[in-house]
C-alpha cells in the first residue's frame, strides 16, 4: 500500500492505493504530523485509487480527523469509488468527515479563510 501526497496551496493531499486499511491511514497520519505538513490548513484524502475501506480504516479515518482537529486543521475526503462511498456513508463517517467529488472542490473548501 502506496501513499502519493502533494501539497496544493495549503492544503496536503494524500491518495492512498488500494485497500484502505490501519496500515495506510498510520502512514497518512505519520505524514500529517511531519513539520513541514504541519503548518497546511488541512488534509484531502483523494480516495480514486482506493479499493476498499476496512472497519479499521474506518476507525482510523477518525483517528486522524480527531489528530488533525486538534492541530486546528481540517479533514475532507474526496473522489471515492461508490463502493468506498457506501461503506463511508454506512458507517457514519461521511457525517464527520465531508466527501467531495472532487480533489480539487475538497481542497477549494479548505483553502478559504476562516
Known sequence: MGVQHVIRGQVLVCQPEGDL??????????????????????LVLDLGSANYISSQGVAGLLRLQTSLA???????????????RRILYQAGVAQAIPIHSTVEAACEEIGKPP
Open 21 to 42: 486499511d490501519e496500515a495506510a491511514l498510520l502512514k497518512i497520519l505519520d505524514l500529517a504530523g511531519s513539520p513541514d505538513q504541519a503548518r497546511t490548513r488541512g
Open 70 to 84: 486538534g492541530q486546528k486543521r481540517t479533514l475532507s475526503m474526496a473522489n471515492p469509488s461508490p463502493l468506498v
